[in-house]
Structures are given as C-alpha cells and as structure tokens.
C-alpha cells in the first residue's frame, strides 16, 4: 500500500501571487528557440555523416558531447541559481548557442564538430535551469500548467528543428548553420525584456518564512532519496528511448524503408510535433489526478506500442510514431513537479538536474546505442530498446503526494 503525502500548505508560497502570462510565453518562446536551435545537431546527422565519412559510433559522440556539458554543468548552476538568481544569465546562456552553432557551420574537421555540439550543450545547461525557476515563480500556484507551457516551446522548438534541417540545411549544406544561428540573436533580446519583467515583478523567494512541513520533511530524507532515485531510473528508461528516435529514427527510416532524408525528417518531425502536443496535456492533467498517475501511464503506457514499432510497415511506423510520443511526452513535466514538490525551494537544482540529467543519460544512451548500431543494425537497436518503458512498473513504488486540483 502506497503511502500518502500531504502536499505543502503553502505550495504558492514558493510562487508569485498570480499567473504571470507575459514571463511564461517569453520563456516559452525563448525555449522554442533554444531548443530548436539544439535539434539541429542531430538533424544534420545523415549530412555529415557522408561528408565526413563518420560511422554510428562516432556520430553517438557527437551527441555525447552536446549533452554531457549540459548533464555536468545544469545541476550546478542549478544550485548556483538557488541561492543567487541570476534572471540575465540565460542571455549568456544563449551567447554560448550562437557561438556553438557558427562553429558547428564552418567547421572542416570532426575535432571542430565536437567542440561546437560541447558549445551549444553549454547554452542549455545555463539556459534550462534558471528559466525552469523563473516559469515556477510565475506560475502562481499553478505548476503543471506553468510548466507545460515552458515545456511545449521546447517541443515545438525540437519539431522545428528536422524541418528546418530538411527546408534550408539540406538543400543548402552545413553552413546555413550559420544564418539560422540568428535565431539565437532573437532569443537574446526576448530574455533580456523577460529579465526586466521578472525583476519588476519581484517573486518572493523560494523558502519562504513560515511554509508549512514539505513532503520532504513528511517523508524522511531516506524515502525523498529513494523516490528521486527511482524518478532518475524513469527518466534514464524514457530519454534511452527517446534517443534512439532523435539519433537514429531518420537512418532506421532511410535503411529499412528507402525514403529520402528529407522525407526521414518530416517523420521525425512528426515524433516531434507530438512530443510537443503530450507535454502541453500532461501538465495540466498532472495538477488535476496526480503526478503519480501521469508518470506512471506516460512510461508503461507506451510499452505495447513500442513493442509493435519494428515489426510493421512505414504508415503503421507512422502511426506508432505519434502514438508512442503523445503518451511518453507527458512523463517529464510530471516528474519534474513531483520532484520540487519531494524538494521544495530547490528549483533551480531539481531544473538543472533533471534537464541535464535528461542531456546525460541521452547521450551516454546515444553513444552507446551508436556503438551497438556498427556492431549490428539499427533495426536491433529499435527492438532492442522497444522493452525500456517496461521499467515504467518502478512508478508503482513512488510515494502518493497528494495535492488539491487546481482551479
């Protein structure tokens, strides 16, 4: 039997007094274009993997190398953010973008391909977690939905990414990298305005005087422990999978269905598109039955179609494709709510942990799964990772925080 944990009192204490709309769409629209930004590295995979004659293994460390700086340095800023608000810094944040993807636009050699994807890491891991604090301290109470709104620019931001690969770096080749590294100029000014409203607004500080016993108090240090370690274990099982598609989906598509790359990007663009549709759901359905609910059908869920993924045809793969990512999108805003709830007035360290942990556990996933790809094939990668959301079973051990629906 599951025990029961009393949400805090004061949950909004940890908020600003009301839904701050402009704050939320200017951060949701900066992360649109970080992360759209991001989901160019990947997307031009199947370009420069011919270019310079690099196989899966390789093409792996690329993406270990844009997300391991992130997974290092987010939960440190993180803390760094907690104790010292730095709302200005996400427009350093995004500098690190633009410089990683000029880089990566004129770079001649695999050495220059790394640092440049290294660079670009470095931007998210400043950008994820002070604006994941911000988006909390103007949520007003209302955290699943303050959440899915930062979250979905993100997802829209990663959909736009393979079209943008498929419409303008394509056809035009590796340095139009360089032009869409504007996008990274826009975003800074947005976060410049969204500082200046932040600061006028004043948010009252993450512990407040006077807040009520957390459910990390309620709980015991050994069981908030535990239930984080088991969120880590969720979001390894749900971001290996999720690297398989980002990494590999568009050469599994090219390899055992013959479509072109442009075609293989607007596939991807769909898993995606619907990545994006999931997570703005699942954060407001999480406020309404419980994070636990969310977390637990958003992983496991998604098992018996993944299970079916590399043994049908391409309008069933499709298909499958939409489905597995509306189900699985939902998972990490819930997991992320459920952990500041465990761990109250650490924002910006469960922010940092989580998205660079996301980063991490991805790239480690995708160097690996590279390696597993020259030893055998990508469809054995697929079938082989078709069996992760079954670790989705662990959710049935996580604690029931319980929490009054928001109105």
């Not at 290996?240 to 479509?259: H, K």
Request: proline share 5%; charged share 10%.
């Amino acid at each position: 039997m599951q025990k029961s944990v009393p949400q805090p009192a004061a949950a909004a204490a940890s908020t600003t007094t009301g839904l701050a709309f402009p704050v939320l769409l200017g951060l949701s629209f900066a992360h649109l274009l970080n992360d759209m930004m991001q989901s160019l590295v990947p997307a031009i995979y199947p370009i420069i993997k011919g270019a310079y004659n690099l196989d899966f293994g390789q093409i792996g460390l690329i993406t270990f190398a844009f997300q391991l700086t992130a997974c290092l340095f987010q939960p440190l800023v993180g803390m760094y953010t907690d104790k010292y608000p730095q709302p200005y810094s996400l427009v350093a944040g995004m500098g690190f973008t633009l410089v990683g993807l000029v880089v990566l636009g004129k770079a001649g050699s695999y050495p220059l391909l790394l640092l440049g994807a290294a660079l670009v890491g470095t931007g998210s891991a400043i950008f994820h977690p002070e604006a994941t604090r911000m988006a909390r301290q103007a949520s007003g109470g209302r955290l699943g939905l303050a959440q899915s709104l930062f979250q979905v620019g993100g997802q829209v931001g990663g959909a736009l990414g393979p079209l943008l690969a498929a419409f303008i770096v394509v056809p035009r080749g590796q340095h139009s990298l360089v032009w869409l590294s504007a996008a990274a100029l826009l975003a800074m000014a947005v976060l410049f305005q969204v500082g200046r409203l932040f600061a006028q607004r004043s948010p009252l500080p993450a512990k407040s005087k006077g807040t009520v016993d957390s459910a990390a108090t309620t709980t015991g240090k050994r069981n908030v422990a535990f239930a984080v370690t088991i969120l880590i274990v969720l979001m390894f099982s749900k971001n290996a999978y999720t690297a398989s598609f980002n990494s590999f989906y568009t050469f599994y598509l090219i390899e055992r269905f013959q479509v072109s790359v442009q075609t293989s990007q607007m596939l991807l663009f769909l898993f995606l598109g619907a990545t994006a549709l999931g997570t703005i759901v699942g954060g407001p359905l999480g406020d309404r039955i419980g994070r636990r609910r969310i977390i637990w059908f958003s992983i496991l869920g998604a098992l018996p179609f993944t299970l079916m993924l590399p043994f049908v045809n391409l309008l069933w793969t499709g298909i499958l494709t939409v489905v597995i990512s509306l189900i699985m999108a939902s998972a990490f805003g819930a997991i992320l709510v459920y952990a500041m709830e465990l761990l109250p007035g650490r924002v910006g360290l469960i922010g940092g942990l989580f998205y660079g942990l996301s980063f991490g556990l991805g790239g480690i996933s995708a160097a690996l799964l590279g390696e597993l790809a020259d030893v055998t094939s990508i469809a054995t990668v697929f079938k082989l990772c078709a069996v992760l959301p079954a670790f989705g079973l662990l959710a049935w051990a996580l604690p029931d925080i319980r929490h009054e629906p928001a109105r």
